[in-house]
């Protein structure tokens, strides 16, 4: 029998934590599904967008010391990756209990960032192509000005974050780090296996077909993969109580 396992879920660029709301009926109960909103979009469309790296590692990592009671794991999908791998490096520091698992998605190791590749991309045009080409957003956004201008405001926001990111070489986090890549998405699979070095603990990387929203794309396997990697977390967190017992 699983443990309850809270599953906080950091949105990638130009999002809302809405992206995870399906994953609340297609997760098992004993995974509590959390979006995590972002200032500025969403339930949180009062407060002012952040747009520095750090301080919105900061301001997100607060909100989760305070909620986090038990087991629970921080997953994030491209620029949601780096935020997590944020956070869970931040609790370290406070010396706050860590998550049982960080699960990266989409998302090249913090090593690999090019943050000048985000500084380089800021006009319309630019930010236009850069969301055709991911391919994860729904025709009716290019179709529709008024939506198209509110998502390439907050991915401008966005890239201004990842642009933001520095990385600096800590110790390895004791943490489990899961993995997952699209087959067909532009990160290489040497971008995504360096994750490896930032965790002391259990490693996976899983392949799905599609491209960067390979999530949704391969959404039925991918939930599975999901549910067998947070399982495999809570064993490995057991035993460890149990050898230091």
Known sequence: MSNQL??????????????????????????????????????RLGENPQENYRMLVN????EIALTAQGSYALFGHSMGALLAYGIAQHLHRLKIRLPDALMVSGCAAPAQQDS???????????????LGKQGGTPEEVFNNPELLA????????????????QYTKHDPLPVSIHCFGGRSDTIGANNLNLWQQEGSR??????????????????EWFIQVVKKRLLESQEGVMCDIFATA
């Open 116 to 130: 000048q590749r985000y500084q380089k991309i800021c006009t319309e045009a630019a930010l236009i192509a850069d």
């Open 202 to 219: 259990m490693f996976t990387l899983d392949w799905f077909d599609g491209g960067h929203f390979f999530l949704r794309q391969s959404e």
């Open 59 to 62: 301001i997100l990592s607060r």
């Open 6 to 43: 809270a599953l906080y879920c950091l949105p990638c660029a130009g999002a809302s934590a809405t992206m995870y709301l399906r994953w609340k009926r297609l997760l098992p109960s004993w995974i509590e599904v959390i979006p995590v909103e972002l200032p500025g979009r969403g339930s």
């Open 150 to 165: 509110m998502t390439l405001d907050l991915l401008r926001i966005d890239y201004r974050v990842c642009g933001s990111f």
